[in-house]
């Protein structure tokens, strides 16, 4: 994958993108929200594993960069021939709150509906995020279900999500 518009790029993620997930994923405070607050503990070499293993389970791991830095990571995963599950994390907090997520969503959301021809796509988020909820609501996503206390969070505190799903009759494209 690899689409630009204006100052933002969603790409493949390849082997030499390790070292910038490693510090994203081992970093507690962009991980909490995924449940692991004490980050994944990941080394280079397990994430190199998932990078190029990423065709063989249906997955795609990609880098989002502004201005040719890299600021977060977006991934789709096949359900099944008409269903994709997606997930986003822009990772570098300076650049959350300025409208991106809207139109970083839009590009990639647009290209699997449209490019990649799927017909429904769903994500779930953790219910404390609170501004994941506006975003992925204000792109036309709908609310299907509560997971109430679902899971637990690394440190064993009860979690609940969210789940959503979207098609292209309710997609709202910010581009």
């Not at 510090?23 to 280079?44: C, I, Q, R, S, Y």
Request: with cysteine.
């Amino acid at each position: 994958m690899n689409i630009k518009y204006k100052e933002i790029t969603i790409r493949t993620a390849v082997e030499h993108d390790a070292y910038t997930l490693l510090k994203w994923w081992n970093d507690g405070n962009v991980m909490a929200h995924a449940g692991f607050p004490n980050g994944l503990n990941e080394t280079v070499e397990s994430i190199n594993n998932v990078i190029t293993h990423n065709k063989e389970r249906m997955f795609e791991l990609c880098i989002i960069e502004f201005n040719d830095i890299p600021i977060g990571e977006i991934n789709y995963r096949k359900i099944d021939e008409d269903t994709v599950e997606i997930g986003i994390k822009i990772c570098d907090f300076s650049y959350q709150n300025k409208g991106y997520g809207k139109i970083i969503l839009s590009l990639f959301i647009d290209t699997l509906l449209n490019v990649l021809n799927f017909k429904k796509i769903i994500l779930d988020t953790n219910l404390n995020n609170v501004p994941a909820q506006k975003l992925y609501l204000s792109i036309g996503f709908k609310q299907v279900r509560i997971n109430k206390d679902a899971w637990k969070n690394q440190i064993g505190e009860l979690q609940s999500s969210i789940d959503y799903e979207l098609d292209q009759i309710s997609f709202k494209s910010y581009l």
